[in-house]
């Protein structure tokens, strides 16, 4: 079972820190649905600092989601260190995890996410600085390289390790790649076969069946998944019971989707008040209808209102619709 440092997960699967999407209230509805484990999204060192009032929100953790890894990125030691000693002193999180994989430019423009990807010698260094003055479990998430000529994911885990890091997520793309193309999920038995820390691999994990391969194939201790489950916590719970039983369990029907959909709004509004919550629920909102007939329609309907009560009424109204269509193809 996938143990990080003294912190055990009932199962693998591992939801990962989605940027502007993992807030409390998508990551309750996330370990309800079964993921052993679940991350926030990151957080900037020098906003913990300077005290942003938005970010400091961010570090917020509801005792039902636990265990949970709390990430922080940062290109400067001290500040990383101090951020951290933060998220060790004053948060309820598990894990704090380091991000080493964020492809956006305005990250890696300021030495942090995946530009640490081309110096094992930083990552030993700042891994070891966080993890010399926190008590919790320290670990990295990173991409397999910058580019395709420099690929370090072997050199830059075993910098970890060396550092005391107590887990890495490897996701098997490039920063250069961002989003696109295959991961390669070699490199992650690679990075396996390198360290007796725990690997969890991440990357092109689209289905359940796909999680097992991944864990089959590499070796890997934990199964990451992320774009997969936007809109799509069922993902995390079947890919929990495949693993667990062999069994797939049935995709959710449209009502059951809405249903939950409304659960993750009114979890926003509590997080965030109406007005911010269904301007922010707008893209999960896409991502819960998305493939059904019919949905660019109820997704521009959905993008011009303000209100809770006229988004669920649209939705619901939606959901009539549609099984209306299907009680007459029976």
């Given at each position: 079972m996938l143990k990080i440092g003294d912190v055990a997960m009932k199962n693998p699967v591992v939801l990962a820190p989605m940027a502007g999407v993992c807030n409390p209230a998508f990551r309750l509805?996330?370990?309800?649905f079964g993921a052993g484990l679940v991350c926030a999204e990151m957080v900037s060192d020098k906003a913990i600092l300077y005290k942003n009032e938005k970010s400091l929100k961010m570090l917020f953790v509801d005792e039902r989601e636990k265990p949970l890894s709390l990430q922080i990125f940062g290109g400067d030691k001290k500040t990383l260190v101090e951020a951290a000693k933060v998220v060790d002193e004053q948060t309820n999180a598990d894990i704090i995890d380091i991000n080493m994989g964020c492809p956006v430019p305005k990250i890696t423009k300021c030495d942090a996410g995946a530009k640490w990807l081309l110096d094992p010698d930083k990552i030993y260094e700042m891994v070891a600085a966080v993890v010399d003055v926190v008590k919790k479990p320290v670990t990295v998430k990173m991409r397999m390289g910058w580019d395709e000529q420099h690929i370090y994911a072997v050199r830059n885990a075993q910098a970890v390790e060396r550092a005391g890091g107590k887990a890495v997520a490897v996701h098997g793309r490039t920063r250069?790649?961002?989003?696109?193309?295959?991961?390669?999920?070699?490199i992650i038995r690679q990075v396996k076969e390198a360290v007796n820390i725990p690997v969890i691999?991440?990357?092109?994990v689209k289905t359940p069946q796909d999680a097992k391969r991944l864990l089959e194939t590499t070796g890997a201790d934990g199964v990451m998944i992320g774009r997969a489950a936007l809109g799509n916590p069922w993902m995390l719970y079947r890919t929990v019971q495949f693993l667990e039983t062999g069994e797939l369990a049935p995709e959710p029907v449209l009502r059951e989707k809405i249903d939950v959909c409304i659960l993750h709004l009114d979890r926003l509004i509590d997080l965030k008040g109406e007005n911010v919550a269904v301007r922010e629920m707008r893209k999960h909102v896409a991502w819960y209808i998305k493939g059904?007939?019919?949905a660019s329609k109820i997704k521009d309907q959905v993008n011009q209102f303000d209100s809770r009560n006229v988004i669920k009424e649209v939705l619901y109204s939606f959901v009539e619709e549609i099984e209306a269509l299907e009680l007459v193809a029976k």
């Open positions: 509805i996330a370990k309800e250069v790649q961002m989003y696109e193309g295959t991961a390669d999920w070699d691999g991440n990357g092109d059904i007939k019919g």
